[in-house]
């Protein structure tokens, strides 16, 4: 697929933008803080209704507006389609598809998908856990919109948790079984919700792992092999994939924990604990890698996800921001020669020579609040 048009109102520092695109290379070059990612923020936005920079979507409306709009004519297979997102922070936001509005926005996840890089995310490899959790719920939502739905009702299921725990805590006595009995219908429905996102994952990593592994080595050839495992709250080595078994794993676990659970204040079990380790080699990557091989560990797992996605019959959008200035002369021509055949590749860059050569295609120059084209 391939974004044919982007257009923006009160987007970041857009008062307005059009942005015509076509499918192979594009790249968006200006000097620092012209706009170039916010461009290409907003086509990540249209595809999974987030922002790979701002944990909320109040930054991303332009200063004093009451709200943004971003639209994107996206073309899969000949067939096109405008996606119309109307950001409200604080409100609902809106979705239209085609100019009709939809009921609820996520109903059009997976209309664009997207695969991005940018240089927050080192995070990935350094960061805490949960960006990591994170990078595996979004792609699971990428590959299958229901899973949005999953994960907000987990979450939904965690806070009413969280909050009984937390008063049951403040008490400091024994809870009475009002309380335990409230605390048994969180429990089923934690491992019942909880159980279908563990084995969304569980599934996610083993799929991951050959691709981040292979990805790894052609960009970095001369460093130890990336492997990933996906470790769980429940401490179990080996977990299936059976919905049921996991649902009762996730049982026993919160029974077992419950005592240190009302102590404590806060649920100790579930996918929310939950860690992707990534390693290099024999050792941890987190703590132990380089800031070059973070890096392009980081570039492996997105680069991994583009190839699952394409797997799923049909190439997401590629979109490397800021990525090119940090790499070696032998990474970045590896990688350059990695991402050429993906039917869209979206570049941010501040001088052309960070654009490698091997990447040729449109040009647009970002500069003084207007996108003008080479
Ligand atoms: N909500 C907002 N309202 C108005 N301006 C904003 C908003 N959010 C960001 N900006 C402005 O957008 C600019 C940053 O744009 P962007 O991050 O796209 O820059 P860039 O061209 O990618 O720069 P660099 O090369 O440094 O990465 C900054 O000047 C910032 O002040």
Same mark, same amino acid.
């Given at each position: 697929?391939? *974004?044919?048009?982007?257009?923006?109102?009160?987007?970041?520092?857009?008062?307005?933008?059009? !942005?015509?695109?076509?499918?192979?290379?594009?790249?968006?070059?200006?000097?620092?803080?012209?706009?170039?990612?916010?461009?290409?923020?907003?086509?990540?936005?249209?595809?999974?209704?987030?922002?790979?920079? /701002? %944990?909320?979507?109040?930054?991303?409306?332009?200063?004093?507006?009451?709200?943004?709009? @971003?639209?994107?004519?996206? *073309?899969?297979?000949?067939?096109?389609?405008?996606?119309?997102?109307?950001?409200?922070?604080?409100? %609902? &936001?809106?979705?239209?598809? &085609?100019?009709?509005?939809?009921?609820?926005?996520?109903?059009?996840?997976?209309?664009?998908? +997207?695969?991005?890089?940018?240089?927050?995310?080192?995070?990935?490899?350094?960061?805490?856990?949960?960006?990591?959790?994170?990078?595996?719920?979004?792609?699971?939502? /990428?590959?299958?919109?229901?899973?949005?739905?999953?994960?907000?009702?987990?979450?939904? @299921? #965690?806070?009413?948790? &969280?909050?009984?725990?937390?008063?049951?805590?403040?008490?400091?006595?024994?809870?009475?079984?009002?309380?335990?009995?409230? $605390?048994?219908?969180?429990?089923?429905?934690?491992?019942? +919700?909880?159980?279908?996102?563990?084995?969304?994952? *569980?599934?996610?990593?083993?799929?991951?792992?050959?691709? !981040?592994?292979?990805?790894?080595?052609?960009?970095?050839?001369?460093?130890?092999?990336?492997?990933?495992?996906?470790?769980?709250?429940?401490?179990?080595?080996? #977990?299936?994939?059976?919905?049921?078994?996991? /649902?009762?794993?996730? $049982?026993?676990?919160?029974?077992?924990?419950?005592?240190?659970?009302?102590?404590?204040?806060?649920?100790?079990?579930?996918?929310?604990?939950?860690?992707?380790?990534?390693?290099?080699?024999?050792?941890?990557?987190?703590?132990?890698?380089?800031?070059?091989?973070?890096?392009?560990?980081?570039?492996?797992?997105?680069?991994? %996800?583009?190839?699952?996605?394409?797997?799923?019959?049909?190439?997401? !959008?590629?979109?490397?921001?800021?990525?090119?200035?940090?790499?070696?002369?032998?990474?970045?021509?590896?990688? /350059?020669?990695? !991402?050429?055949?993906?039917?869209?590749?979206?570049?941010?860059?501040?001088?052309?020579?960070?654009?490698?050569?091997?990447?040729?295609?449109?040009?647009? +120059?970002? %500069?003084?609040?207007?996108?003008?084209?080479?």
């Amino acid at each position: 697929m391939h *974004v044919a048009h982007l257009s923006l109102q009160d987007f970041r520092s857009y008062a307005t933008a059009e !942005v015509a695109l076509g499918p192979g290379v594009t790249a968006f070059v200006g000097p620092n803080g012209q706009g170039k990612t916010n461009l290409v923020e907003a086509i990540g936005y249209v595809a999974s209704h987030g922002s790979h920079r /701002a %944990a909320t979507d109040a930054p991303l409306v332009r200063q004093g507006a009451p709200r943004a709009i @971003v639209r994107a004519g996206v *073309v899969k297979d000949d067939r096109k389609a405008l996606i119309e997102l109307e950001i409200n922070p604080g409100k %609902a &936001n809106r979705a239209r598809l &085609n100019r009709s509005p939809v009921p609820r926005p996520r109903e059009i996840l997976g209309m664009l998908r +997207t695969v991005l890089f940018a240089p927050e995310d080192l995070a990935l490899v350094k960061g805490d856990p949960g960006e990591r959790r994170r990078f595996m719920d979004e792609l699971l939502t /990428a590959r299958a919109p229901r899973f949005a739905a999953v994960r907000s009702d987990y979450d939904r @299921v #965690l806070k009413q948790r &969280n909050a009984l725990l937390k008063s049951a805590a403040a008490h400091r006595r024994s809870p009475g079984p009002e309380v335990l009995a409230t $605390l048994d219908v969180w429990d089923a429905h934690l491992a019942r +919700t909880g159980a279908e996102l563990l084995a969304g994952r *569980v599934e996610l990593v083993e799929a991951l792992r050959p691709l !981040v592994a292979r990805a790894y080595a052609a960009l970095a050839p001369s460093s130890g092999a990336a492997d990933l495992h996906y470790k769980s709250s429940l401490g179990a080595e080996e #977990l299936s994939t059976d919905r049921g078994r996991l /649902a009762e794993q996730l $049982l026993a676990g919160v029974a077992e924990a419950r005592k240190q659970e009302l102590e404590r204040g806060v649920s100790l079990v579930g996918p929310h604990r939950d860690e992707l380790v990534l390693r290099l080699g024999e050792l941890p990557a987190r703590g132990y890698a380089s800031h070059g091989e973070s890096w392009s560990f980081a570039l492996g797992l997105r680069l991994a %996800a583009f190839d699952l996605l394409r797997a799923d019959g049909d190439d997401p !959008v590629l979109i490397l921001d800021d990525v090119f200035a940090e790499l070696d002369a032998g990474r970045r021509s590896r990688l /350059a020669e990695m !991402v050429a055949p993906a039917e869209q590749v979206l570049i941010t860059a501040a001088v052309p020579a960070d654009v490698p050569a091997e990447l040729t295609g449109g040009s647009y +120059t970002v %500069a003084d609040g207007r996108v003008v084209r080479e």
